[in-house]
């Protein structure tokens, strides 16, 4: 092979490639339905040209028909009125009449079956037309569908590299070490003021507790308070205990309503008013004051 053909190899190879690249699969099925359209307006067009044509035959077959019984009918009043050679010569132009008639019946036959052809046809391009649209837009959806899998391809080749990774730890060290130096200095502050044991009992003293504070206020908003119990109960007997003893001969023979306000001295709920109210305080005397008595 000379060096020009191979040159000139290389060279429509080339083109070739770069129209392969250039082309848009799309774009390409939007102008080959373009010129499937034209073809179809100009199918359309030669279909009607050819209706036309068997319309103008069939109508010319129509008349030279009608002209041959019109010199037939003539010819029959020629032989009424006894005129043979007149009846001849009607007789001759309704045969050339009939044989232009015949002739015209088969080209307009010939012109028929042509344009049932035709018609065919274009019902066959017609319906071609219509499914290279449907075909083209499941070819634009498959296309669509296949460019964003390969997006999604090369993001995933791209993410591949294990230097963004290595970005993202890096960062997230620098942060952890940020946050220790924050911790360190806050720390260091609170040594250099004094003020660290104070702050963290300080600040178990506003945890604690809170919880709690909430049950009790949600329970008091719903009514469902209970009386003391356990060690609470304890307390309060102690309270009243101590209450009645330290009151002595005071609390002897006092009104019901002074217990009340010893009673009241010891924080004691109403139930336990009420009893103390009824206790007969007599049996609590030393047997000496009932013996002076």
């Not at 040159?7 to 099925?29: C, Q, V, Y």
């Not at 088969?106 to 391009?125: C, G, N, P």
């Amino acid at each position: 092979m000379g060096i020009f053909s191979r040159l000139g190899t290389l060279i429509k190879s080339n083109i070739n490639d770069l129209i392969t690249k250039a082309e848009d699969p799309e774009k390409m099925l939007s102008q080959v339905l373009l010129e499937m359209q034209q073809q179809l307006v100009e199918a359309k067009k030669a279909v009607a040209v050819a209706i036309a044509d068997e319309k103008k035959l069939q109508k010319q077959y129509t008349a030279e028909t009608d002209k041959a019984k019109e010199w037939e009918r003539k010819a029959m009043v020629a032989v009424r009125a006894g005129d043979d050679n007149l009846a001849r010569q009607a007789l001759a132009r309704k045969q050339e009449h009939e044989n232009i008639s015949t002739q015209f019946q088969q080209q307009w036959i010939a012109q028929k079956q042509a344009v049932e052809k035709l018609k065919d046809a274009l019902r066959l391009l017609n319906n071609k037309i219509e499914e290279a649209k449907r075909k083209k837009n499941i070819l634009i959806a498959r296309k669509k569908r296949a460019e964003a899998q390969q997006q999604i391809a090369n993001t995933m080749q791209g993410l591949g590299d294990t230097s963004a990774f290595d970005t993202f730890d890096r960062m997230a060290e620098r942060i952890q070490l940020m946050e220790a130096e924050a911790e360190a200095g806050a720390e260091l502050a609170g040594e250099l003021s004094g003020d660290t044991l104070e702050s963290k009992f300080l600040q178990l003293e506003q945890s604690g507790g809170n919880e709690d504070d909430a049950l009790a206020e949600l329970k008091a908003k719903m009514g469902l308070l209970e009386a003391p119990k356990g060690g609470e109960a304890k307390q309060l007997g102690a309270g009243a205990a101590g209450a009645a003893s330290s009151g002595g001969d005071a609390a002897k023979g006092a009104p019901k309503q002074d217990l009340s306000a010893a009673a009241d001295l010891g924080s004691l709920t109403a139930e336990d008013l009420k009893e103390l109210e009824d206790l007969d305080l007599s049996e609590l005397e030393p047997k000496d004051a009932k013996k002076s008595g």
